[in-house]
């Protein structure tokens, strides 16, 4: 009973604040989703949490917004409807691009802004159905955001990757409890860069856990194609420190081709923090030598 309370409150808030069109069969995805995670967590550990709140809205909830961002990203393109032709997002906020004159302007009264004054390159999502749309969710741990966004977007081509072989086992066994068709990559991120296979293949790269910004970057952005997004979840404490914040990363994304173009802001219930994802573009080409070797973006970011 306690349980079936929380998810309705769960559903309630997500459809509310994050996505319009969340249904009762995305509910009972992420009830599945969750189920494994305490079993498996039991076992051994998975994933950070105090409480099964804690991973209702601290990891759930904020892994979502990120498929807000996404929906809002796809909405700015003619060929992309959203479930219910429409994203509301009451407590989100976007400000200008705080490092380039590239700039998204803020809310417009329904969360998505204004598209008119969005000075955007040409994109490599005009002509895709969601189907054709790839993502990557690189050191996705148990699979966040990756599999929330998946549950939101079941259509969509999804890659996990992650180095850890006992979380990738969890990730094998909740893709077939859910029915999902994702790729599960056991490698380090920066070996993907390096591979033709993977090089420049994607629309959507997501980074949620990792911590270290420019070697974060370089890591992701030869991933994308021209055009792609590099989503990022940050606090807004981290991303305004004056060493690993946005100002440390303008010499990498010039190295790497990338600028930043959206910010958005939200709280999540029962945090104190306020919370983060930022949206960088791949403007051109990155040169092939990057990623680096495995340790070096660390030892020396760019």
Not at 65 to 75: E, R, S, T, W
Not at 286 to 300: A, L, V, W
Request: with cysteine; hydrophobic share 35%; proline share 4%.
């Amino acid at each position: 009973m306690e349980q079936e309370i929380l998810f309705n409150e769960f559903q309630n808030y997500v459809s509310k604040n994050i996505l319009d069109f969340f249904s009762n069969k995305m509910c009972e995805k992420f009830k599945i989703y969750f189920y494994e995670l305490i079993k498996w967590n039991n076992i051994f550990n998975l994933i950070s949490f105090k409480s099964k709140r804690d991973i209702i809205y601290r990891h759930f909830c904020d892994s979502l917004y990120g498929a807000k961002v996404i929906n809002d990203i796809l909405m700015f393109h003619s060929s992309y409807i959203s479930p219910n032709k429409k994203n509301l997002c009451n407590n989100c906020k976007f400000k200008k691009n705080i490092l380039s004159n590239t700039s998204y302007v803020g809310n417009n009264g329904n969360g998505v802004g204004n598209l008119n004054k969005y000075n955007k390159i040409e994109s490599n999502l005009n002509s895709l159905h969601t189907a054709q749309i790839k993502i990557a969710d690189i050191g996705t741990g148990p699979g966040m955001p990756g599999i929330p966004i998946k549950i939101a977007f079941p259509e969509i081509k999804l890659t996990l990757v992650e180095s850890i072989t006992k979380k990738c086992n969890f990730l094998t066994n909740i893709n077939k409890k859910l029915g999902f068709d994702i790729e599960i990559l056991n490698k380090r991120a920066e070996e993907l860069g390096q591979n033709s296979i993977y090089r420049q293949q994607y629309n959507f790269v997501l980074s949620r856990a990792v911590s270290k910004f420019s070697p974060n970057l370089e890591i992701s952005i030869p991933l994308l194609k021209i055009g792609g997004s590099f989503i990022i979840y940050k606090t807004k404490n981290s991303i305004e420190n004056s060493k690993e914040g946005l100002q440390s990363i303008k010499s990498a994304l010039g190295h790497l081709g990338a600028r930043l173009e959206r910010t958005m802001f939200y709280k999540l219930p029962e945090r104190q923090h306020e919370y983060c994802i930022l949206v960088f573009v791949k403007y051109k080409d990155t040169q092939s030598k990057y990623p680096r070797k495995s340790g070096i973006p660390e030892k020396k970011p760019l």
